[in-house]
C-alpha cells in the first residue's frame, strides 16, 4: 500500500476511532459515577442503622433539638397508623423522629419520608344545604419512590420522565358528623400522585394500565392541595434533609472509628 492510499485509510477510520474512544469514555466515567453515588447512598443507610443500632448514644442528643426519637423494627406492628405504611412495605428498621405537632420524620436509606395524621373539625354540608359540624381525619404520607437510594437534595431528571417524580404523596381524610357519629362518604376518600421533590407542584401518576392517569393526577393533585400546600410538603421535606445531614454529623462525631 503506497503512502497516499495509507493516509486515505487513516483519514477514513479516524472518525470511527475517535467516536469509539469517546463511547468507552462516557462508559467508564457513567461506571464511576454510579459507583461514587452508590457509595455514598451506602454511607447514609449504614449511618442511620448504625445509630439504631446504638440509639441510647444518639437519643439524648436528637431529643435536645426538639424531637421524640424511638425505632421500629421488623417484627413490631406499629399501633401508630402512621407508621404502618413502612411496617406493609417491609421498610424497617426504621429510625422515627417525632416532631411537637405528631408529625414523624422517618429514616431508613437516609430520610426516607414524611408521615402524620392530624384531626380537626369544619362545618360540612348535608344535601338539604344544612351544615353541621363534623370531625375530619387527614393521614398525609409523604415517602420517596425509589428506597434504595438517598434523597436527592434537587432532582436533575427532566420533566416528564418517571425519575423526575420522585416522591409519592398520599392523602387519606375520613369525616364524620359529630352528632351521628356517621362517616360522610362524599367528603371522604384515598388520593394519591406523584411529585417533584423540588418543587412539589409538577406531578404525574404512572400505574400499570392506568386509564387517564394525568387527569387522575390532577384530581389528587386537587385534593392534596386542599390539605397542604406546595410550600408546606417543599418544607416537610427539606427538613427531612436538614434532620438527615443533622444525623450523619451526630455520628461522625459520636462514632469510635
Known sequence: MD???SKLVYIKWLPVCILLLAFIAVIVWT???DAQQGAEWGYELNVIQSIIENLPAYQDEIKSWGYQVSALTPEE???????QYYYRN???PLLVLTDADGGKYCFCYGFDGYTSIVSYTAMAER???EYEEALKTVRLELAKRNRNQA??????????????YDILVEINIKTFLVDEGK???GKSGFWCTNYCSNNFVDCMRFGLGEVDAEGNSRDADCHI???YSAEQLLAFYQQGLDLQNRLIELYQRLSPE
Not at 406492628?77 to 407508621?83: G, S, Y
Not at 434523597?151 to 423526575?164: A, K, Q, R
Open 151 to 164: 434523597p436527592f437534595e434537587e432532582t436533575l431528571n427532566e420533566v416528564g420522565v418517571s425519575e423526575y
Open 127 to 129: 344535601t338539604s344545604g
Open 77 to 83: 406492628n406499629p399501633e401508630d397508623e402512621a407508621l
Open 225 to 227: 392541595k386542599q390539605e
Open 3 to 5: 503512502e497516499k492510499k
Open 31 to 33: 461506571a464511576w459515577h
Open 90 to 92: 417491609y421498610y424497617q
Open 183 to 185: 362517616t360522610i362518604w
